[in-house]
């Protein structure tokens, strides 16, 4: 089952390595990650509206890091990638306007 990150579209254009590791990696220890029917409400509650985004496709066998299930908002399930996303678990990049 492939998983989600949100990223501002300016960040991942700069992006200069093959390893992606968002601030919130060092802040909480994991990358926010969602299944694909959580990301329209993530990116309603945490994105503001016209923000410029890039929805990271993941494909968590290719992940050089280790990937839980865990509770979050409201009680409910996302994964959360604990360490940093390797560009070749990135299947797919959709850009969205939030």
């Known amino acids: 089952m492939l998983i989600y990150h949100i990223v501002e579209k300016e960040v991942w254009d700069a992006l200069e ?17 969602s299944f694909k029917e959580q990301l329209s409400g993530v990116i309603e509650r945490y994105y503001a509206r016209g923000s410029e985004l890039a929805v990271l496709e993941i494909d968590p066998q290719y992940l050089m890091s280790r990937v839980v299930n865990e509770p979050s908002t409201n009680e409910e399930i996302y994964p959360h990638i604990y360490g940093q996303i390797n560009l070749s678990a990135v299947v797919a990049v959709e850009y969205r306007i939030a």
Not at 17 to 33: D, K, Q
Request: glycine share 12%.
């Open 17 to 33: 390595s093959e390893l992606y590791s968002p601030i919130g990696l060092e802040r909480e220890g994991f990358i926010h990650c």
